[in-house]
């Protein structure tokens, strides 16, 4: 009986009673998908918070989630944030993603955006939300090169190079069903790559630049190879560079079908900026725009 509860409880979708993380060492877990029956089960929840932040200064904490029944521990659970299953934005995102997702019929999702605008972050938290899988264009580049970085293509073979070489795993994405795909910062650029896109959904993360530049100082621009390599101060560099590429690019990011603001997130949400706003709240807003469009 302890091991096919388990299982079952490996792949189901767990929601969590509670608005808030508990303060307790216990609390209740309610499951659905494989089980019949809605039944309580006393759980041990014991939290690990690791203060790190990602690459867009938001906190992240990993926790688990024991849970026993008839006094035997019969599995372990992991999570990468509190969001993915406390509060009232999961909530939000859960009834959302059932709203939206019967009319989605299977059509992928393309984030596009510029570079630091979050769109892994968000994709990651998008494709659970809906039952999608989710791909990072960049990491099918890497792949299928064998190059373990963009910064690296771009050091050993171009720019050009690596815009035939996503171009080309986009074409293959587009052939797929249910993938949300975090796409490359200059993706738009080729008109070619939007005759693929527009198979699926785009949705553009528009974050002002002031905000990106603060990120993208915060973390370095290692990874970023046409940041790299300036000297002087990290901010001020980063806000000119990002302002010419927007420049360059914003009429194509304007293609997509959705546009998820940032500054209209803040505003509804009565917030002076936009550094407060966290993944969970882009995403809801990213299904209400798709919800717009269907």
């Known amino acids: ?79 990468e944030s509190l969001q993915d299953l406390f509060g009232e ?63 690296e293509i771009f050091e050993i073979y171009g720019e050009d190079f690596f815009r035939d070489k996503e171009t080309e795993a986009l074409e293959k994405l587009s052939t797929e069903h249910r993938f949300v795909v975090s796409t490359g910062g200059g993706a738009v650029i080729r008109d070619e790559n939007w005759i693929y896109m527009r198979k699926g959904i785009s949705v553009w993360l528009d974050v002002p630049l002031e905000e990106l530049a603060q990120r993208i100082a915060a973390v370095g621009t290692k990874s970023r190879p046409l940041l790299d390599n300036e000297p002087g101060d990290a901010y001020n560099n980063a806000f000119r560079r990002l302002s010419t590429l927007f420049e360059k690019r914003h009429k194509a990011y304007e293609n997509a079908k959705a546009t998820v603001s940032l500054e209209n997130i803040a505003a509804k949400l009565g917030y002076k900026d936009v550094s407060s706003i966290t993944p969970a709240m882009i995403a809801i807003e990213a299904l209400e725009q798709i919800g717009n469009v269907l």
């Open 1 to 79: 009986m302890e091991a096919s509860l388990a299982q079952r409880m490996q792949i189901s979708t767990t929601w969590v009673d509670s608005y808030k993380f508990p303060r307790k060492s216990t609390g209740s877990l309610r499951f659905s998908g494989r089980f019949k029956e809605q039944k309580r089960l006393q759980v041990f929840v014991s939290a690990h918070y690791r203060p790190v932040r990602d690459e867009n200064r938001h906190r992240w904490a990993s926790f688990e989630v024991s849970c026993s029944c008839n006094s035997s521990q019969v599995s372990t659970l992991e999570s």
């Open 89 to 151: 934005e999961a909530l939000i995102l859960k009834n959302k993603s059932q709203e939206i997702e019967p009319y989605l019929n299977g059509r992928c999702i393309y984030l596009v955006g510029m570079m630091g605008s979050g769109k892994t972050t968000v994709g990651k938290i998008l494709s659970r939300s809906i039952r999608y899988s989710f791909c990072d264009c960049d990491k099918l580049v890497e792949q299928d090169v064998g190059v373990p970085s963009v910064a």
